[in-house]
């Protein structure tokens, strides 16, 4: 049944990209014969009349927004840019906080999506280190990115935030958009509790030309980035770009080095007045060391200069860092958004996506078994370092189709179609260490391990999910506009499945599952609005994450309600959004080593709080901007433990600190530029029966530039220095996965059970420096 599944999803998903294809070659000949590329207004609906449409950014009842081509509904906007481009003016029912190109420009390009929306208010975000090379994680209302969507124009990537820098660079990033707590009834998710991370991509230039720029810095980080812009092509509509880059640097604590390879290539067919297809495609070619998440014990000790956790660099050490390294890992993304006015009233989406991903990653797995052989039968010595493989591929591929009707100037219909294939197989297979201390290829057959004359492994899985979800929408609008009431539902089926090759277990799951949604908001005038947003969400167990699990984990729902005010004027951009959440069974990953994950499920729990924004336009060259978030989560159930119970109902829910703040402060006199971000996230428990807790902590960056006047061929010739971490403070900033316990405590029934190591931490990276020069030409 599941073959049969996988053979029609594949089947309908060829014919939706063939029939895709069609329309762009029709099109692009009807451009062809009338030669038009005309400048239009676009309408406030666009094509997806919802106040939560896929960019959530539709202004109800704001002025039209002039495009000067084909407009795509993601960069259609309602308001200004305030705080350095830290914060944007929204007209959305729901809660949207945006980071603009604005504020990218003065970061270092090396950062990442995450690095750039460290300062949202909601957000407590951790990475692994400053050369974008490797990804992070993030924590919001007590959930972590699990229940986070990752999008790029509006197609899911792939999954986590440990790989999203590797499906676009910074450069090509046009603005992020986070939507806490909220999914568009249009976009290619369920599992969105947190919310959607949607990453805008840079639209190709009408003009000949583009961009280069060269970043060097601490830990001996270097990088070379180059944009070029066909422009116009002829008469066709056509316009493309092309980039590539290159990084490389040393591992910011231990020994070792990454190296990162990266194209991004787009192009945008502009069809009359307000349709368009556009593609976008990266591919990606990293080796990275995997860093190693510290105990509270060793983070102590490294922090008292009496340990560490870093590889060595001693090639005889089984924590050498040649034999813990991820990749070669090759990594392709491609997406192709066509939106097409097929008369007046009704308009055409389709959102076609493609990842896949391929490589593996190794790590010293102790002394070599007992019975092994090498491929020509001599006995491997048990003396002899094992090394385990983790080698991995993982396709995912989708689509999403939407028919908006306007039926009447106050009314619109939206439905649609969207189906979504992930399959992953995962081997880990053995081998023997090189003599020089790396691990090798793992399919070189002269080093790999044997046993009773088959490949020996240690892993040996294939797991998948396969989506079919039928949406529908509508959206009136009343009071000359000013009323927007929109209701809507999702209905999805869901059929996941883990199939253990080695010892043959297999799990699966069906569910078929009704997500509502409903939100309105009302516009006083053009300072005051206010709104109300309500939605069900649901997550199933990720199915990669399944290894070391010996049951199903339960499937986790959420229901989440907003109540939100908005005001702005000439001066200021302010924004308050209070919410709730109702979580049901829900999922947590536990970090096993070594990249592993599983999951489990941890009761029930509630949270709920609220978040502020304010900045100001520029004033005198200044911008400020401030965000402050109170969250109260708190754990509903006992957590089955074995037989028993862990005592949890009632407390502190993990990952959740009550407060977090930002202050950023940005300067700009059109030639010398100045950014100064303050982020302070409070105590939080890492455990689920609250016994060990991280102290509040503060990250900060500077960010200084200056831009030169045009000289020769470079039009936009500058120069800028990057700092983080300023005081050089070692603090924890979030935890890899949840730990049941630190100390010693007694389950519901009266047993006992030991203390443990307790959580795995990320870690702030050390005090680093970049330096920048760039130039558009």
């Given at each position: ?6 053979f029609?999803g594949?089947?309908w998903?060829?014919t ?28 406030h ?5 919802s106040p939560a ?20 509904i993601?960069?259609?906007s ?7 481009g ?10 949207i906080?945006?980071?603009t190109?604005?504020?990218?420009d003065m ?5 990442t ?12 975000v951790s ?5 974008g090379?490797t ?20 197609a899911?990537?792939t ?8 499906d ?12 806490p707590?909220?999914?568009a ?5 369920t ?8 990453v805008?991509?840079?639209?190709p230039?009408h003009?000949f ?5 060269f ?12 944009r ?10 056509l ?5 590539f ?7 910011w604590i231990?020994?070792?080095?990454s ?13 009359g ?7 976008f495609?990266?591919w990606?070619?990293?080796?990275y ?30 924590n050498f860092w ?15 958004p066509v939106h097409?006015?097929l008369t ?5 989406d389709l ?19 007992s ?11 048990p ?10 591929r ?16 106050h009314?619109?219909m939206?439905?649609?179609y ?12 053995n ?8 691990s090798n ?6 080093t ?8 020996d492994?240690s892993s ?6 396969q989506i ?16 927007v ?12 499945w883990?199939d253990?090759?080695l ?8 569910s078929?599952v009704?997500?509502?949604r ?14 109300v947003?309500a ?5 199933a167990?990720d ?7 010996t ?13 939100g005010?908005?005001?702005n004027?000439?001066?200021i951009?302010?924004?308050?959004s ?17 990249n592993s ?9 509630t949270?709920?709080g ?5 900045s ?8 400020p901007?401030?965000?402050f978030e109170?969250?109260n ?15 949890t ?6 990952m ?12 700009d006199?059109?030639h ?12 939080q428990s ?9 102290p ?17 061929v ?14 050089g ?13 630190y ?14 190591s307790g959580a795995?931490?990320?870690?702030e ?7 920048t020069?760039?130039t558009?030409?």
């Amino acid at each position: 049944m599941v073959a049969g599944a996988m053979f029609h999803g594949r089947y309908w998903l060829l014919t939706t990209f063939l029939l895709g294809t069609t329309g762009f070659v029709a099109v692009s000949h009807a451009q062809g014969v009338n030669g038009t590329n005309e400048t239009t207004k676009v309408r406030h609906a666009a094509s997806s009349g919802s106040p939560a449409s896929s960019s959530g950014t539709v202004a109800r009842g704001a002025h039209s927004v002039q495009a000067t081509s084909a407009p795509e509904i993601l960069q259609v906007s309602s308001g200004r840019a305030g705080g350095g481009g830290m914060m944007r003016q929204e007209r959305a029912s729901h809660s949207i906080q945006t980071v603009t190109r604005q504020f990218m420009d003065m970061r270092s390009p090396a950062g990442t999506a995450l690095d750039m929306v460290k300062n949202l208010p909601s957000l407590n975000v951790s990475t692994q280190d400053t050369s974008g090379m490797t990804g992070g994680s993030i924590e919001s209302r007590s959930l972590n990115d699990g229940d986070m969507a990752l999008l790029i124009d509006g197609a899911v990537v792939t999954s986590g935030t440990e790989y999203l820098q590797e499906d676009i660079d910074t450069e090509n990033m046009d603005r992020i958009e986070v939507t806490p707590g909220t999914s568009a009834i249009d976009q290619p998710v369920t599992s969105a509790a947190l919310g959607v991370m949607n990453v805008m991509t840079h639209t190709p230039s009408h003009k000949f030309g583009g961009l280069t720029d060269f970043s060097y810095g601490t830990n001996d980080m270097s990088r070379q980035f180059i944009r070029l812009e066909s422009g116009d092509i002829g008469k066709t509509g056509l316009r493309s770009f092309f980039s590539f880059s290159h990084t490389h640097a040393d591992n910011w604590i231990g020994a070792g080095a990454s190296d990162k390879k990266h194209i991004d290539f787009g192009v945008q067919k502009d069809i009359g007045t307000d349709s368009y297809i556009k593609f976008f495609l990266s591919w990606n070619q990293e080796r990275y060391g995997i860093y190693n998440y510290p105990t509270a014990d060793q983070f102590y000790a490294k922090k008292h200069g009496t340990g560490t956790w870093g590889a060595s660099s001693d090639p005889g050490s089984p924590n050498f860092w040649g034999n813990h390294q991820e990749g070669p890992w090759n990594e392709v993304f491609m997406t192709l958004p066509v939106h097409l006015r097929l008369t007046n009233r009704l308009h055409f989406d389709l959102v076609p996506y493609f990842a896949y991903g391929r490589g593996w990653s190794s790590s010293v797995s102790g002394e070599a078994g007992s019975g092994l052989t090498y491929a020509n039968g001599s006995a491997v010595s048990p003396s002899q370092l094992s090394v385990n493989y983790y080698d991995q591929r993982t396709p995912t591929t989708g689509a999403t189709i939407k028919l908006t009707y306007d039926i009447s100037r106050h009314n619109q219909m939206t439905f649609g179609y969207w189906y979504g294939y992930t399959q992953s197989r995962q081997w880990g297979p053995n081998s023997a260490v090189n003599q020089n201390g790396f691990s090798n290829d793992p399919d070189n057959l002269s080093t790999a391990y044997f046993q009773n004359g088959q490949r020996d492994y240690s892993s040996n899985q294939q797991t998948g999910d396969q989506i079919h979800a039928l949406f529908i929408q509508d959206t009136a609008k009343y009071l000359q506009n000013r009323l927007v009431v929109s209701a809507g539902f999702k209905f999805a089926m869901m059929n996941y499945w883990f199939d253990n090759y080695l010892t043959h277990q297999t799990m699966g799951s069906n569910s078929v599952v009704p997500l509502p949604r409903f939100s309105t908001s009302y516009t006083f005038n053009r300072h005051h609005q206010i709104y109300v947003n309500a939605q069900g969400d649901f997550r199933a167990p990720d199915p990669s994450n399944l290894s070391a699990n010996t049951s199903l984990p339960r499937n986790q729902y959420t229901i989440k309600e907003e109540l939100g005010y908005r005001y702005n004027n000439r001066y200021i951009i302010f924004d308050l959004s209070l919410f709730n959440y109702a979580i049901t069974n829900r999922l947590l990953s536990v970090y096993n080593a070594n990249n592993s994950y599983s999951t489990v499920n941890a009761g029930n729990q509630t949270a709920r709080g609220f978040d502020i924004m304010l900045s100001t336009h520029p004033f005198h060259h200044f911008s400020p901007y401030v965000s402050f978030e109170y969250l109260n989560a708190h754990q509903d159930s006992n957590v089955q433990y074995g037989t028993s119970y862990l005592p949890t109902k009632g407390k502190e829910a993990i990952m959740a600190p009550h407060v977090m703040a930002n202050f950023g402060l940005t300067y700009d006199n059109r030639h010398f530029f100045a950014n100064a971000t303050v982020h302070y996230t409070g105590p939080q428990s890492v455990t689920l029966v609250g016994d060990e807790r991280i102290p509040g902590y503060v990250t900060d960056t500077i960010s200084l530039g200056y831009r030169f006047s045009p000289f020769l061929v470079a039009k936009s010739p500058t120069f800028r220095l990057n700092f983080t971490n300023l005081t050089g403070s070692m603090v924890r900033t979030g935890t890899t996965g949840v730990a049941d316990n630190y100390h010693a405590v007694t389950l519901l029934n009266g047993q006992h059970i030991a203390g443990s190591s307790g959580a795995q931490f990320y870690v702030e990276p050390r005090f680093s420096m970049t330096g920048t020069i760039s130039t558009s030409f």
